[in-house]
């Protein structure tokens, strides 16, 4: 259960180990031999291993290393659900603040959702996290370690940035993730998905960035009165122009565009919304991703049943619809159900 995290890095010389540049450890390794500095960068990266374990250097270096690249991130809890293939840490974070960051294994995958704030401010009435309210950005840094966290664990393939958190709200520090993960960690683009509540100047710049990663917007209603209902930002930036963001984005890096849909009982599952989520899909030549409701606050799930129909009709409409199976439910791990608390 919870421990209390040890040192949060109080001396000022502590840097985040994901936050140094190739050009400061090199400095940080003033005085060694030049690959001293490249061995240490692939460790960090490549194995994701931390100055205590690097075995290979020599022990000086290595302490001196160990007292300057401090983790950021540390483990309140570990958790493990579906028989030990997904795993859920909640970190402790500078503030202090908890993040959460969910490990799923598949027989061909292993993918890990990170967080990108503790805590979120777009206030969706059915997911957890945005009960909270926000309580600060990530750095990139804190941002990349847990996906090291994970690769300690698993060979990690996919990360999916569908943790805590509107990516696009916090979007310097995400796009510096992004990079690292694809530049040091050799993760190629199409196997990093941003999933965005549909900010709009956020799709827009992340469309001449050039890191052509997979985009999925949580949608969860196909008409404005009900999306700013759900998705309260609809209200600055409703569906014409989200689905107009999304066009130019999928035009300039031909990735598939992934349409997120929280099935909830009596709300968003009727006939009549397949329908509309089926002409924004197929103008856009969209993915939908069903996710039943992982209930949270007043909104009720709608039973598998329903779901199933559900897919169903919008494949019957033309649209490649998938129902996302649930992972870590009981260890509150699934979507929506990040809070922080858990532990
Ligand atoms: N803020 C970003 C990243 C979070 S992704 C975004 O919203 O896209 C988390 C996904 O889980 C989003 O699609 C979100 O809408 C969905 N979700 C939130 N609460 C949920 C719940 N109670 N049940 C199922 N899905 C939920």
Redesign the pocket.
């Known amino acids: 259960m919870a421990t209390t995290p040890v040192s949060l890095r109080p001396a000022a010389q502590r840097t985040d180990p994901y936050g140094v540049s190739r050009e400061e450890l090199a400095a940080l390794l003033a005085g060694e031999p030049p690959y001293r500095a490249r061995q240490v960068w692939e460790a960090l990266h490549r194995r994701a291993a931390w100055p205590p374990e690097m075995t290979e250097l020599p022990r000086p270096i290595r302490e001196r290393l160990a007292e300057i690249l401090t983790p950021a991130l540390s483990v309140c809890s570990r958790r493990e659900a579906d028989g030990g293939q997904t795993l859920k840490w909640v970190f402790e974070v500078e503030g202090p603040a908890r993040v959460e960051t969910v490990l799923m294994a598949y027989p061909d995958r292993v993918t890990v959702c990170v967080s990108?704030q503790a805590g979120?401010a777009?206030a969706?009435p059915?997911?957890?996290?945005?009960q909270g309210g926000f309580v600060r950005h990530l750095r990139s840094a804190e941002i990349v370690e847990q996906v090291a966290w994970a690769m300690r664990e698993r060979p990690v393939t996919h990360v999916v940035?569908?943790?805590?958190?509107?990516?696009l709200a916090n979007y310097d520090q995400t796009i510096g993730a992004l990079r690292r993960l694809h530049d040091e960690m050799g993760i190629s683009w199409r196997r990093l998905t941003l999933?965005?509540?549909g900010i709009v100047p956020g799709i827009r710049r992340l469309t001449t960035e050039g890191i052509p990663v997979n985009l999925?917007?949580?949608l969860?209603a196909a008409n404005d009165t009900l999306r700013d209902e759900l998705?309260p930002i609809n209200r600055r930036y409703p569906l014409a122009r989200l689905a107009e963001a999304c066009a130019d984005y999928v035009g300039a890096t031909r990735r598939r565009l992934s349409l997120?849909w929280?099935v909830i009982g009596g709300v968003n599952d009727r006939p009549e919304d397949a329908e509309e989520l089926a002409r924004f899909a197929r103008a856009l030549g969209a993915h939908v991703n069903l996710?039943?409701?992982?209930?949270?606050a007043g909104?009720r799930a709608p039973g598998p049943p329903r779901a199933v129909h559900f897919r169903a009709r919008l494949r019957a409409l033309g649209v490649n619809a998938t129902l996302r199976r649930t992972r870590g439910q009981e260890i509150a791990a699934?979507?929506?159900?990040l809070a922080g608390g858990g532990g």
């Open positions: 990108t979120c777009m969706c059915f997911c957890a996290t945005g940035f569908m943790g805590m958190g509107e990516p999933s965005t509540v999925a917007v949580s969860h998705v997120e929280a996710i039943p409701l992982n209930e949270t909104y699934a979507c929506g159900q």
